[in-house]
């Protein structure tokens, strides 16, 4: 489960009520993965905020951003 405290700690999420807060952690997946874990497959499509915590990472292609 997402520890909220650990947000509030962000930026990006410092001044949001604590209502949203809450519905992040609601509605949020924590994952530890091991090196070379797939997130995305290249054809997949979606909306979703990935937030690393502990360690570096990198891609393994580069991303085309599509506008």
Not at 5 to 26: G, V
Request: aromatic share 8%.
């Amino acid at each position: 489960m997402l520890d909220v405290s650990i947000l509030s700690e962000i930026d990006l999420f410092k001044h949001l009520p604590d209502s949203c807060l809450e519905a992040l952690e609601r509605d949020s997946n924590v994952l530890n993965c091991r090196a070379g874990h797939l997130f995305f497959q290249p054809e997949q499509t979606g909306r979703v905020l990935l937030s690393w915590r502990r360690a570096p990472f990198a891609l393994s292609e580069p991303m085309a951003i599509e506008r």
